[in-house]
Nanobody, 128 residues
C-alpha cells in the first residue's frame, strides 16, 4: 500500500509560481509512474502531467505545457510539479497519483483509471 501526501499549495496572483510536492511512502517509489491531476469545483478530475518510473519520459496536458514541469527524486520518494505563469483557470485541488502498471505511455499516464493510489490533494488558488 502506497501513501501519498501532497504539499505546497496556496494562493497566488496571476503570473505567480508554486511548487507542489508529493511524498510517497509504503512502497518502492521507483516502481511507480507518477501523475498530477486537478479538480476544480463542479468539474471532473483532469490530467495535468505524468512522469515515468525513471523520470526519462514526461507528458503534459496542452493547457499547462510550457508552464508546468513535473520531476521526481527517487532517492527522496518525491514527485514535484513546478508551476509558473499561473492563471485563474489553474485554480483547483491538485492530486498526485501513483501507477504500477507494466506498460507506461503518455496515453496510459494521462488516464485516471491507470493509477492505483491517490493523495488527498492540495488546494491551489490563483487570483486575478
Amino acid at each position: 500500500q502506497v501513501q501519498l501526501v501532497e504539499s505546497g499549495g496556496g494562493s497566488v496572483q496571476t503570473g505567480g509560481s508554486l511548487r507542489l510536492s508529493c511524498a510517497a511512502s509504503g512502497g518502492t517509489f521507483s516502481r511507480y509512474a507518477m501523475g498530477w491531476f486537478r479538480q476544480a469545483p463542479g468539474k471532473e478530475r483532469d490530467f495535468v502531467a505524468t512522469i515515468s518510473w525513471s523520470g526519462d519520459s514526461t507528458y503534459y496536458a496542452d493547457s499547462v505545457k510550457d508552464r508546468f514541469t513535473i520531476s521526481r527524486d527517487n532517492a527522496k520518494n518525491t514527485v514535484y510539479l513546478q508551476m509558473h505563469s499561473l492563471k485563474p483557470e489553474d485554480t483547483a485541488v491538485y492530486y498526485c497519483a501513483a501507477g504500477g502498471g507494466p506498460i507506461y505511455s503518455g496515453s496510459y499516464g494521462s488516464t485516471r483509471q491507470w493509477y492505483d493510489y491517490w493523495g488527498q490533494g492540495t488546494q491551489v488558488t490563483v487570483s486575478s
